[in-house]
């Protein structure tokens, strides 16, 4: 079979995710049934293809947050073609949390993280508790989860963390063991163990029963809020000033900005704002548009085509809240923006 362009591949195989309902039916993506297998972080991508091969009947998707490693994939695809793959360009933790159902996987593999080996930069280590509670109610009953490391101090670090969540449970007598029956070595995971560098395994396994708390959110309506009373048009583009905020939300970094506003010839105005929740960003408007009846109704604007997520929202209601300031004769009579 002939190889395909690297822009076909990438319309083959590429998820468009920004575009789907969240989190979209995989079965319907494959356009097949089969258990859900998923990698986070696939490197060269060599271990998500023979995997593929592998196991034909099982369904692939890769998580890898460099575009690097997601077109060598690429090109691994086309010389090997596999229909069962699907990657997903994005970071872990939002991926994770908004595109995998919950009890939805059968087999989780991480392979050789970043250790991040200085004290100062732990926090940057995917392994986290949060993480790991996420890994495991994605994970159906009887799932597992993978994880390979040759640093051992992140094999301490990845050990206490899955001891302490209470519905994981080792495959092993131990945490994890330095041999691993059946397992095909990468390039990578060669060259560490040829040079003498112990490779530690975790296959931990998830519980049947126990209430996990489902974190996934579908992507409900667009954020908005309506305002009653006094407006005057002109305080929010005369004393807006720039501001920015930066808060976590389960366990993601959340960063919000407001950089500038403008306004049309009928004095309403359009708010800019950036909102990176992880490594997921959004640039898009708010609009402030003054209504009959003593009516202000604070929207997203079309422009950017933005996803509602939680830190949308919260730009929204950043926005009404600095509208409100402005003009003390408001109060709100809707909003649709949580908290």
Known sequence: MAARPLSEAILNY???????????????????????????????????VDRALVH?????????RSWVSVQRLFKRLERSQPENVRVVHGGADFVLEH????????????????????????????????????????????????VATDHQGYASWISEILEAQPFLRSGFQSPSVLRLRGRKPTKYERKALDAGVPVRYFVWRR??????????????????????????????????E??????????????IKLPAVYTDRNGDCLVEAMVREGSFSQHFGVLVLARPGDRVLIKLSPIGQPRPTWGVKQAVGR????????CSGLSVVESAVGR
């Open 56 to 64: 034909p009947e099982m369904n692939f998707v890769g998580i890898e």
């Open 207 to 240: 519980e049947a029963g126990g209430v996990l708390a489902k974190t996934v959110e579908k992507v409900g309506p667009m954020p908005n809020m309506l305002l009653k009373g006094k407006y005057d048009r002109a305080r929010l583009p005369a004393d807006f």
């Open 99 to 146: 595109l995998i159902s919950a009890e939805s996987v059968s087999h989780f593999y991480i392979n050789f993280p970043d250790p991040w080996p200085k004290e100062r930069h732990h926090g940057r280590r995917l392994i986290q508790p949060a993480f790991v509670q996420a890994l495991s109610e994605r994970l159906a009953p009887g799932g597992t989860v993978t």
């Open 242 to 255: 720039a501001c920015s905020w930066r808060t976590d939300h389960r366990g993601v970094t959340v960063v």
């Open 14 to 48: 590429m998820v468009s995710w920004t575009k789907m309902d969240w989190p979209p039916d995989w079965e319907k993506v494959f356009g097949r049934p089969g258990p859900l297998v998923v990698e986070i972080g696939f490197g060269t991508g060599e271990f998500l």
């Open 319 to 326: 926005v009404g809240e600095m509208v409100l300031a402005l």
